[in-house]
């Protein structure tokens, strides 16, 4: 086809059968070959067909822009081959033929994908004239989808960006939390390389999803004191009360900015234990997400092997047995036998990268 397809007063314009593939089913013999002449003399390379099955077999030889057929034909009907073709090959233009005058019948041709109708009996130029709307119809069709698919190429470009612009901010928030608290400045970058780590190691999770937990896990520490944050003695009841909010505080903050269930769940629950004692839902065994348990697993591997106010950090081989020790408590046995393949990989992560060094980008 060599003309674009375009609207005029919401009708599709025709498109012109110069050069036009065209395939004929009928087995109609004489009506076949008056329709095929015409066509020819109209510009078409036409090719012909006696009933369904050999259509069909033509279509996947090579192919073709319009397929005329009639209704009634030996074998499958031309309504089941216009309903096959059209599924097989969306972008072939369909007019459909039929002496019979039951008004159901171009009701369920237009429901399976017929772009025109004719009634027998009809005249060439009414032929002509259905077989370039129908093409016309199927041409704009296909720049319709093709513009819808530019589009939303270029929404999910803008949502990307936009999505970027985001967790810059957010990360940005993240960092001015940090900044006042020296003892946990790059917590968050770390937690997020040793999840990362860990969860390679099970595989089967989502290591982008992860990475960003832990860049955010702990962002609703904005909402808790800075003096109960800095304490270097034991917590009070009530001071240990506010520091609980902070997942939930998080959730709050992130949940008009981050449309992901997965990270927010991981957010508000990386504080729970395998045995129900943690806070702040008290969700136990399988209902701890598998991707927050690796969170937990890696939030806990930074917090002893980093300085506290409260007290100094401990080495990467203290830390591990003192995590092997909450086996079935704190951790599931699954788990802490991941965290013991993945011990030489987290080593490595702790030499290499210092505190506010670029977060490690999953594989």
Known sequence: MNTPPSFMDGQPVSVSLEGCRVLVADDEPAFRDSIIRSLRRWGAVVVAAVNAKEALACLEAEPFDLLITDVNMPGR???????????????????????????????????????????????????????????????????????????????????????????????????????????????????????????????????????????????????????????????????????????????????????????????????????????????AGSEIPLSTQVLTLADTFDALTSSRAYRSARAAAHAAQEILRERGKQFSPDLIAAFQDALPMLGEAMRLHAPGSPVHQPA
């Open 77 to 283: 009907s031309g309504i089941d081959l216009a309903r096959e073709a059209r599924s097989r090959w969306p972008w072939l233009a369909v007019l459909m033929m039929t002496g019979e005058a039951d008004p159901n019948t171009p009701i369920q041709a237009f429901h399976h994908g017929v772009d025109r109708f004719l009634l027998k009996p009809f005249t060439l130029e009414e032929l002509r004239e259905r077989a370039q709307e129908a093409l016309g119809l199927c041409a704009a069709r296909k720049q319709a989808e093709s513009e819808v698919a530019q589009l939303t190429q270029e929404l999910r470009a803008r949502e990307a960006e936009v999505r970027e612009l985001v967790l810059r901010g957010v990360r940005a928030l993240v960092a001015a939390v940090e900044a006042k608290h020296p003892y946990t400045r790059g917590h968050s970058e770390r937690v997020s390389r040793y999840a990362v780590t860990i969860g390679r190691v099970i595989g089967g999770l989502d290591l982008e999803r992860l990475a960003l937990a832990g860049e955010l896990h702990d962002i609703g520490k904005i909402g808790i004191p800075d003096y109960i944050l800095n304490k270097p003695g034991r917590l009070s009841e009530e001071e240990m009360r506010q520091v609980r909010e902070h997942p939930a505080i998080g959730k709050r903050i992130l949940e008009p900015l981050i449309d992901d269930d997965e990270i927010l769940a991981m957010v508000l629950h990386h504080h729970e234990r395998w045995d129900g004692r943690g806070y702040p839902s008290g969700l």
